[in-house]
């Protein structure tokens, strides 16, 4: 079997010394499993735990004579805000889980030609004066639906089945993208490091990516705090073509670039010896086993915190690699079990003012809001820094503080139409 695959093993490495090899993990994906080569490769369809519940059995969407998603959410989640979480979680593990869909899932492409299942604005009164307050008639929510592969779709038997474009691993497409072009064009090709702004690389905690100067496609929608299209340029280089669409997700980005920047560095001074190339793959490696490490056994256990009887969720024991479990990500965690996480996000972030570390100041900042002070915006809103997350572009270097990201889900009031309006 594997003497079969040998055309394939592309990704050993063979320095011209013939000194040592060592081997590259694979970008898109694919042979990561020598048993089932494609299990895991980019553009896999999505798994199944339960079948296709089309209304048609073959692509329509049923739930048409299901409660309105509007007046579901209305239902669940109304009530006081400005709580704490009962749990002593914060901001930082609802932030950190997002930049985790993103390194294993992207399955929210729209298809082509595009398809809408629009939502009706129900009649009810809080929700038509927040969505329909120049009450139209018949007004819906436009909602596309999702990519999905072409060769299914056609029959009971072949029921439609969407894809995820990136790699279902934890093998570092958030920091260093999916495919070799991409890492290329986020490289410094100088002592294994990520290209800097400005090619200031230094001192690395100040840093920030290059900027998109070279209209890496980046996904780039009109802000809805302006709907204007803007330049992908203004961005900057990471390997998460999403990574700029908002700053909490933006200052993970921003952060692991710098720990790339950092493992690369202390890696060059003890191999003086190590060419670019060879820093950069193993700084990428190490990288890459810091995420691992950190999701599964530092956020995971925290974002489940019980386990099904109620107790503490443990991690159990790696025992040894199993080629028969399928890295794939089912329907089910995509569209419920991993997006339960929006019901934690906080609509802002408190920001902390670090220039006195003794104290535990708020910042204030200015946010471009004509008529308003600067000392009159304290906190970033999400609504406003949405698709814009380089706001005033320093602010990018306060998100960055991780410790920004203590905010207790839910302890910010949610903002009224006016004050949103206001950009507060
Ligand atoms: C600022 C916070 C966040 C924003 C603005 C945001 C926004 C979005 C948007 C616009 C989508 C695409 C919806 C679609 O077309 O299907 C999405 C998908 C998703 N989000 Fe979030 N999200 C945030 C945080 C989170 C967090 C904290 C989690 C989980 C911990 C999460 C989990 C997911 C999942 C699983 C998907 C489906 C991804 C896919 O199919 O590609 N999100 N999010």
Known sequence: MFSALGPFICMKYIPDS?????????????????????WGGIDGQLLRLSPADYSDGVYEPSG?????????????HQGPSGLGSLRNRTAMMVYFGQQVVEEVLDAQRPGCPREYFNVPIPNHEDIQNRFNPDNKENLEMPFLRTRYDQTTGYSPNNPRQQLNEITPYLDGGLTYGIAKAWT????????????ALDDKHDP????????????????????????TLKNVNRFWRLGNPRGNENPMLLAFGVMWFRWHNKVASDISKVHTDWDDEKIFNEARKRVIAHHQKIVM??????????????????MPAYKKYNPDIHPGISQE??????????????????????????????????????????????????????????????????TVQMKNLHTHPGSMNRPNRQQRQDGL
């Open 204 to 227: 690395i905690e100040k840093s920030f990516p290059a900027q998109n100067d070279i209209r890496l496609p980046m996904a780039n929608p009109p802000p809805p705090r302006d709907h």
């Open 184 to 195: 290329d064009a986020i490289r410094e090709f100088k002592g294994g490091r990520l290209k």
């Open 18 to 38: 013939q000194e040592e090899e060592y081997e590259l993990t694979p970008q898109d994906g694919w042979f990561n499993n020598l048993v089932h080569p494609d």
């Open 297 to 314: 056994y530092d956020w995971l256990p925290q974002y489940l915190m019980t386990n099904e009887t109620g107790g503490m969720f443990e």
């Open 64 to 76: 048409r004579d299901r409660p309105n998603p509007f007046l579901i959410s209305e239902a669940a």
């Open 333 to 398: 965690f995509q569209s419920a079990a991993m997006r339960f996480g929006h019901t934690l996000v906080t609509p802002g972030l408190w920001v902390r003012d670090t220039a006195d570390k003794s104290k535990c100041n708020w910042k204030s900042f200015s946010i471009n809001v004509p008529g308003q002070s600067a000392e009159s915006v304290h906190a970033i809103r999400l609504c406003n820094s949405y698709w814009n997350p380089q706001i005033n572009g320093g602010l990018a270097d306060t």
